[in-house]
């Protein structure tokens, strides 16, 4: 009887892994060039429903990285996406800068709010944390229309921003443009929080997330990772934000309430906590699914959204996550199962 040497099932092991790199490889390329040609073959609004789907990815992965890699709770991450939405827009309008500077601008306002809200709130966890978040929501629309900041938020009314142009006489149109624009933002912001997940950094908040006794055992200063995670993760809502109020080309208060923490919150939930590409999952759900309830029935379209949320969380408990993982489980039985019937014949 022929048995496998551990020199040969380690040579087996490598093979697999390289061959299952290449793979990921080839569909992260096809997946990106799907996208850069996407726009070139799209009408208008369906690009920029497609740039509006990046910039809530950004957002959703933002929250991600403080719910699900850091165990902290947060319902007013819509207050972020405000103060990066209006620090883009006031630098555009009051100030003369050009929107590719207000981007950076915005992610280092909301890193320090972020970090700042995350220094009082340490001694807060899991509902408690969730109602000071909640706190934070509700108030920002109003600090937004206070009477002292109106010369820079312009009150009720709003800023109104122009869209760019193209740089360097490209011959696209403006959504054309802002959908490559967002989506370069995109693959870097998701590339950064690869490499912070991976990271020593990562590996701390991952702890503090799974047992936070133990990780201040092991030295993890849980203070300080606490609320750098609070600070990064706003650094990449506020970097959505100065998106969005580019994209849309105004901000105003209404458009900030606490539904939008809820929204994003939703997009977390339905892409899957703790996993990374869930955020664009998550994002084209929160975008187009409102959309579809509502040409189903206009008068019940709230109803529908609800019901078919409720299905998608029966359906799909661990989100696309979950589901995804599934679905690679019972392919990996039916392969092996292949394998372990072509063994027999042979």
């Not at 699914?289 to 998608?312: C, T």
Request: with cysteine; glycine share 12%.
């Amino acid at each position: 009887m022929k048995t496998d040497t551990p020199t040969a099932m380690l040579d087996a092991q490598d093979n697999a892994s390289s061959n299952a790199g290449m793979w990921r490889l080839l569909i992260a390329l096809g997946l990106l060039a799907f996208l850069i040609g996407l726009p070139l073959l799209s009408k208008n609004f369906f690009v920029f429903q497609l740039t509006l789907a990046m910039v809530y990815a950004i957002a959703i992965l933002g929250l991600n990285l403080l719910t699900g890699f850091n165990g902290q709770f947060s319902l007013g991450h819509g207050a972020f996406y405000a103060i990066g939405a209006y620090t883009a827009a006031i630098l555009m309008d009051q100030g003369g800068i050009s929107y590719i500077w207000t981007i950076p601008a915005a992610g280092m306002i909301c890193f320090v709010a972020g970090f700042l809200f995350g220094l009082p709130a340490l001694r807060l966890e899991g509902t408690y944390l969730a109602l000071a978040t909640f706190a934070l929501a509700v108030a920002m629309p109003q600090i937004l229309k206070f009477s002292p900041l109106e010369h820079w938020t312009g009150g009720v009314q709003g800023i109104v921003i122009l869209k760019p142009d193209a740089p360097f006489g490209l011959p696209i149109s403006q959504d054309q443009w802002l959908y490559y624009f967002t989506l370069v933002t995109l693959i870097l912001m998701f590339a950064f929080a690869y490499n912070l997940v991976g990271s020593r950094t990562g590996r701390a908040m991952k702890a503090i997330r799974d047992n936070p006794t133990a990780a201040k055992a092991m030295g993890i200063n849980l203070s300080l990772f606490k609320s750098l995670t609070f600070g990064v993760s706003a650094l990449y809502v506020g970097v959505a934000g100065a998106l969005s109020a580019i994209v849309v080309q105004f901000v105003a208060p209404d458009s900030f309430t606490f539904a939008l923490s809820v929204i994003l919150f939703v997009g977390l939930v339905v892409g899957g906590v703790g996993w990374i590409p869930g955020a664009f999952f998550g994002a084209l759900f929160i975008l187009f699914v409102p959309h579809f309830a509502e040409g189903i029935s206009k008068g019940l379209a709230g109803a529908v959204y609800g019901i078919m949320l409720i299905l998608l969380i029966f359906i799909m408990p661990s989100g696309a996550a979950g589901l995804l993982k599934l679905l690679l489980d019972r392919f990996a039985i039916v392969r092996r199962l292949i394998e372990g019937l072509s063994g027999r014949k042979r």
